[in-house]
């Protein structure tokens, strides 16, 4: 390559939970460079996981990292031209990239839900995630499914 590497930036982590992947989540959330906003309505969506979960072991934070590790997908498709045609060839994702698109469904889907405020979207997302249900987790099947019909193009990995 001409050009070195760019430096992997560090991330601060956020004031309430000292966590930089709540940080990392509220970037992506963000909008407008509105990130005050983007903190209240993950505090507020996590204070309504709070209130409505079921086990009592677990925290509102906890949940969402697991409902975050359940949207997490292994293995994505991508597309490769072969002798004139494309091929879906399935590859296995990098952890950064795992988090980063676990992060980029949940926001989406979230946003999707018909909810009245974000906050609320987003813990019901979060709470479906959790229980390995809802329209994220549906994405990381479907995701995987497509990988596993596709399994037959895997030597043409580059």
């Given at each position: 390559?001409?050009?070195?590497?760019?430096?992997?930036?560090?991330?601060?982590?956020d004031?309430?939970?000292?966590?930089?992947?709540?940080?990392?989540?509220?970037?992506?959330?963000?909008?407008?460079?509105k990130?005050?906003?983007?903190?209240?309505?993950?505090?507020?969506?996590?204070?309504?996981?709070?209130?409505?979960?079921?086990?009592?072991?677990?925290?509102a934070?906890?949940?969402?990292?697991?409902?975050?590790?359940?949207?997490?997908?292994?293995?994505?498709?991508?597309?490769?031209?072969?002798?004139?045609?494309?091929?879906?060839?399935p590859?296995?994702?990098?952890?950064?990239?795992?988090?980063?698109?676990?992060?980029?469904?949940?926001i989406?889907?979230?946003r999707?839900?018909?909810?009245?405020?974000?906050?609320?979207?987003?813990?019901?997302e979060?709470?479906?995630?959790?229980?390995e249900?809802?329209?994220?987790?549906?994405?990381?099947v479907?995701?995987?499914?497509?990988?596993?019909?596709?399994?037959?193009?895997?030597?043409?990995?580059?």
């Open positions: 390559m001409r050009k070195r590497l760019a430096k992997k930036r560090s991330i601060i982590p004031p309430k939970f000292h966590d930089p992947l709540v940080t990392r989540f509220v970037n992506m959330l963000m909008w407008d460079g990130k005050s906003v983007a903190f209240d309505i993950f505090y507020q969506a996590i204070e309504i996981v709070e209130e409505k979960k079921q086990d009592d072991e677990k925290t934070l906890e949940l969402w990292k697991d409902a975050l590790s359940n949207v997490m997908p292994h293995v994505e498709v991508r597309s490769r031209r072969v002798g004139g045609a494309t091929f879906q060839i590859t296995p994702i990098r952890p950064d990239r795992k988090v980063s698109t676990a992060m980029k469904w949940l989406l889907f979230a999707k839900r018909n909810e009245k405020s974000m906050p609320s979207k987003l813990a019901a979060i709470l479906a995630a959790a229980k249900e809802g329209a994220a987790v549906k994405k990381r479907d995701t995987h499914r497509m990988a596993e019909a596709n399994k037959a193009f895997s030597h043409f990995r580059f």
